[in-house]
RNA sequence: GUGGUCGUAGCUCAGCUGGUAGAGCACCGGGUUGUGGUCCCGGGGGUCGCGGGUUCAAGUCCCGUCGAUCACCCCA
């Protein structure tokens, strides 16, 4: 077999890497478990008019085959790989709706696909951590405020720059692009969207052949760059001169969400006018998350709010929801070396084998001291003690238990100071820190 | 899917107008006869992405292909 080649898009973590990935998550779960969210998992495929009934992600979506299949077998023809952790949901929601309790609120860990050309953070298999909350026939608003402060703990443990959530509400830029009799607001959207790539000239270029006139351009412009960390932004709208009363309602939901978010967890959220994106599924408030220092890399967490995601018939379950793109947050800052792991193991230590009769009674000592928590693996030779101590180093091991010789006391040695002293595994314990790895962060 | 760039050791790369495949780091061994990291010496490792073509001769030139990467599209 000849060397086979990374795949791109796909990625695959290192070991001290790992560590890193589910220290993260592990912070992540327990912070979504203490706002009381639920975890489900769903399976990785959906019929894939489940897939599609929203939007135009039909060409990201991996179809499944199975390789047997011949042209008259389409019994799997219909499946796809989840895109995201929402529209599955939505529809385990609806399937289930008679098993949960409304409103209902899960997080979900797991990966998703999309068959995109990958680039610094964007692979074709990743992984998102998702909360969402939904409710039978209305959703309170509240929940929209309530999101991006989980969110915000949840980053904020994190060795990562600091976090910004930048909000906007669908109603607003629909409302607004109506009121200007704009023929196509959803592409004026995606255009606008690309004002801090291409600026506002280009936003302007690009508007003009959507049949948007000059003046309409300059308003449109003026909506999307306005930003405020409180409630003072729909002012700045309305002297703008356009109204219409789905922007009216923007308006007012978007200034709760930020005026909660602000007394609750200041400079976490801002309203920001321009963004635009997510899914095209979303109805109400949008949220898109940058890192300071690391905007170019776009959002490590987006969602918003859904109102027609999970309905059937007279069933509507509107909900509201926030991913946390764990693959995109890591490999942007794997890539910029900015997290590190105190080591590539879980092992704390290392016991020394002196001669392989002695295995046993090393084994022994190891018991010991996994029976008190600490990680601990016996040395794979009886090499020599230096070797056997590099062979800790190598993999970040702090500490390596020598087993005293006949009758004589063990010592353990802190291999990074050298300092050896006499301990025994029935109650010998590294210090805190030593336990588990140590993740740390550039920015923190 | 479209366009640009790039494929040589595990990693970073050198290899001139074609002439027998190299360095640093990493890894292994020894100096160091059972307590590492420094230093010195030695060693293993490559169908030069793959296939074809031109040539006496191709890592080098040409064509194709695959892969990677960046941008667009779109998005976590």
């Not at 976090?163 to 200007?180: A, C």
């Not at 005293?404 to 595994?425: C, H, L, N, P, Y």
Request: aromatic residues 8%.
């Amino acid at each position: 077999m000849s060397k086979p080649t990374p795949l791109s898009g796909f990625p695959e973590w290192l070991p001290a890497q790992r560590i890193i990935e589910q220290r993260f998550l592990d912070h992540i779960r327990r912070t979504f478990e203490l706002y009381g969210f639920a975890s489900l998992e769903t399976r990785a495929v959906e019929p894939l008019d489940q897939l599609l009934r929203k939007g135009e992600t039909s060409k990201e979506v991996y179809v499944l085959r199975r390789l047997q299949a011949d042209s008259t077998d389409s019994s799997d023809a219909s499946l796809g790989l989840h895109f995201d952790l929402t529209v599955p949901f939505a529809r385990f929601v609806l399937e289930n709706a008679g098993k949960l309790h409304f409103p209902f609120r899960r997080y979900q860990i797991q990966k998703a696909w999309r068959g995109e050309r990958p680039q610094v953070g964007r692979y074709r298999e990743f992984t998102q951590a998702d909360i969402d909350i939904v409710d039978r026939d209305t959703l309170p608003a509240h929940y929209e405020a309530e999101l991006p402060l989980v969110i915000g703990d949840a980053l904020a443990g994190l060795p990562i720059p600091k976090p910004t959530v930048l909000v906007n509400n669908r109603k607003v830029l629909q409302g607004f692009y109506q009121g200007l009799d704009l023929v196509d607001p959803e592409a004026v959207m995606r255009v606008v969207d690309k004002l801090d790539k291409i600026g506002p000239a280009g936003v302007t270029a690009e508007l003009s052949p959507l049949g948007v006139t000059d003046s309409q351009a300059r308003l449109v412009l003026g909506l999307a760059e306005i930003s405020a960390d409180d409630g003072s932004f729909v002012d700045d709208v309305r002297k703008l001169g356009v109204s219409d009363p789905l922007l009216d309602e923007g308006l007012a939901e978007l200034a709760a969400v930020v005026e909660a978010a602000g007394a609750h967890s200041p400079g976490l959220c801002r309203a920001e006018l321009k963004i635009a994106r997510g899914l095209d599924y979303y109805t109400g408030t949008v949220y898109e998350t940058q890192l300071a220092g690391l905007e170019r890399y776009g959002s490590v967490c987006s969602g918003g709010r859904y109102d027609n995601l999970a309905s059937s018939g007279n069933d509507r379950f509107p909900g509201v929801g926030l991913s946390i793109g764990v693959s995109r947050l890591l490999g942007v800052l794997f890539g910029e070396n900015a997290l590190s792991a105190s080591r590539s193991v879980p092992t704390a230590v290392l016991v020394a084998v002196s001669a392989e009769e002695d295995r046993r009674s090393c084994d022994r000592i190891a018991a010991q001291l996994r029976a008190r928590g600490i990680a601990t693996e016996v040395s794979p030779s009886a090499a020599k003690f230096g070797k056997q101590i590099k062979f800790a180093d190598r993999r970040g091991i702090p500490y390596v238990w020598f087993p005293g010789a006949e009758g004589a006391a063990d010592t353990v040695k802190d291999i990074r100071s050298g300092e050896q002293v006499e301990a025994s595994a029935g109650n010998w314990t590294p210090p805190a820190v030593d336990l588990i790895p140590v993740v740390e962060g550039t920015f923190n």
